[in-house]
Structures are given as structure tokens and as C-alpha cells.
């Protein structure tokens, strides 16, 4: 029998929400909908649900708020609806730990999409246990497994996000070689790099801070400009990419 994907939608604006289960419900998502930050908080740690809609301003509770109170126990994806042109917005509740991000107003189409990619992401761990026991990825001092989707740094538990760990899991298989954002955008996002999206610059500012990086320092992470991103083999030094650029 199959199961019932349940959306939790927490959004004020109580036409939006029955707009929103009208599109997801015939594409097999049964959604609740909360219209409070304090009640959705309340809901969305039920454990109830797969996924949560989350919008920015709310009443009682604001949006960033109720992620912030989320992810101190949850790592049950948030999609964070956002006002259109409010980039602080998108990128504090990147930080915080939103999956991903959709401003208002959105195409119905796009919001199943952004939905079905990020299921796509946190369900595949369990795609790869049915068919075979993934293998530990260890790069120097991080060490990763797949199976259960666990990073330890010096022997020290990581906590990522879905969306951080599949980065650094892309990362870490391409060890001392580079990433480009397109690359990373369509493995960890499932979706086309946009020059003005910058999601996978968010994430990866936060794996870094996550894994102990520092700027100036010696970081796992670095940066090779106007391409994307390279993990750092040990003893990597002066690395440059294909064309030559030096990374930093």
C-alpha cells in the first residue's frame, strides 16, 4: 500500500494555503495547513509530516524563529517561502537551515517541483540502502558514512542539514578535484544554476563553519573564483584548477 506524503504548509495567508493544497493534492501530497508560527512549531515537531512549507512572516511566531526552534531537534526539510527582492531574507534562513527557499509569489508549478526535489535528496539514502551498503568516504580528518548519513570531524559528530551533507558528500567524492556551482546546484539542489542564486554559497558557508574552517586558515573548503569549490586533500598546497586559476 503505499504511503501518504504529508505536507505541513505554516503560512497566514489562508487563501495562499488553500491555493497550495489545491495543486498538491492531486500530485499525491495530502497538506495540512497552520496559520500561526506558534501552532505550526508546535505541529511541524509532530513528526507527522515529511516536509514543511514555511513562510516568513507569521503571526505570534516569525518564520525564522519557528526554524530556529525546528532545527534544534529536527532535521525535517524546510522549504522557506520568502518576499521576492528580500535577499536577507533568503540568506538568514539559509543560515539557520532551510533545505531551500521560494520567494513569493511562486508558480504553483515550481513549488511541486522544489518539493519533489528535495524529497528526491533526503529519500535517496534509503534508495541506496535497498540496493547496497554505501562506503565510508574519509578525506583527512572528516570522515562521512552514507549509510547513516553521519559526519565526524577528528573523531567529533558534524550535525548538517539534508542539503549540507549531500554538498559535502559531492565534495568529498571529488576530493582534490573541483566542483563547479552548476555541478553542485543540479547534484544537491536537483535544479540549473542561477548567477544570482546563491544558495550553494550559502551551504557551503555553513558546512564550512560546521567543519571548523576559518578564513585565513587552513580550511577544508576552498573556494576557486568564478568556478565553485574544491575539498582539500591533506597536504594539498597551492591547488589550482584546470584553467589555471589558483584557489583560495
Given at each position: 500500500?503505499?504511503?501518504?506524503?504529508?505536507?505541513?504548509?505554516?503560512?497566514?495567508?489562508?487563501?495562499?494555503?488553500?491555493?497550495?493544497?489545491?495543486?498538491?493534492?492531486?500530485?499525491?501530497?495530502?497538506?495540512?495547513?497552520?496559520?500561526?508560527?506558534?501552532?505550526?512549531?508546535?505541529?511541524?515537531?509532530?513528526?507527522?509530516?515529511?516536509?514543511?512549507?514555511?513562510?516568513?512572516?507569521?503571526?505570534?511566531?516569525?518564520?525564522?524563529?519557528?526554524?530556529?526552534?525546528?532545527?534544534?531537534?529536527?532535521?525535517?526539510?524546510?522549504?522557506?517561502?520568502?518576499?521576492?527582492?528580500e535577499d536577507v531574507d533568503r540568506i538568514v534562513g539559509l543560515e539557520i537551515g532551510a533545505d531551500d527557499y521560494l520567494p513569493k509569489p511562486f508558480n504553483p508549478r515550481e513549488l511541486v517541483a522544489r518539493i519533489r526535489a528535495i524529497l528526491r535528496r533526503t529519500r535517496s539514502p534509503e534508495a541506496a540502502r535497498e540496493t547496497q551498503i554505501p562506503e565510508m568516504i574519509r578525506v583527512g580528518d572528516i570522515e562521512l558514512d552514507p549509510a547513516t548519513r553521519t559526519v565526524r570531524h577528528a573523531g567529533k559528530p558534524v550535525d548538517l542539514t539534508s542539503v549540507e551533507f549531500n554538498l559535502l558528500q559531492v565534495l568529498l567524492r571529488e576530493a582534490g578535484r573541483v566542483v563547479t556551482r552548476e555541478d553542485l546546484a543540479s547534484s544537491v539542489l536537483s535544479r540549473k544554476f542561477s548567477p544570482f542564486d546563491r544558495s550553494i554559497d550559502m551551504h557551503v558557508s555553513k558546512v564550512r563553519k560546521k567543519l571548523g574552517d576559518v578564513d585565513g586558515g587552513t580550511d577544508h573548503i576552498k573556494t576557486v573564483r568564478g568556478v565553485g569549490y574544491i575539498f582539500t586533500r591533506p597536504r594539498d598546497t597551492g591547488v589550482r584548477d584546470d584553467a589555471g586559476r589558483g584557489v583560495k
Open positions: 500500500m503505499r504511503t501518504v506524503d504529508r505536507i505541513l504548509v505554516i503560512d497566514d495567508d489562508v487563501e495562499l494555503c488553500s491555493l497550495v493544497s489545491e495543486y498538491l493534492q492531486p500530485e499525491g501530497f495530502q497538506v495540512e495547513s497552520v496559520h500561526d508560527g506558534e501552532r505550526g512549531l508546535d505541529r511541524a515537531l509532530s513528526g507527522d509530516h515529511l516536509l514543511i512549507v514555511l513562510d516568513v512572516m507569521l503571526p505570534t511566531i516569525n518564520g525564522f524563529e519557528v526554524l530556529r526552534r525546528i532545527r534544534r531537534t529536527s532535521r525535517i526539510p524546510v522549504l522557506l517561502l520568502t518576499a521576492r527582492g
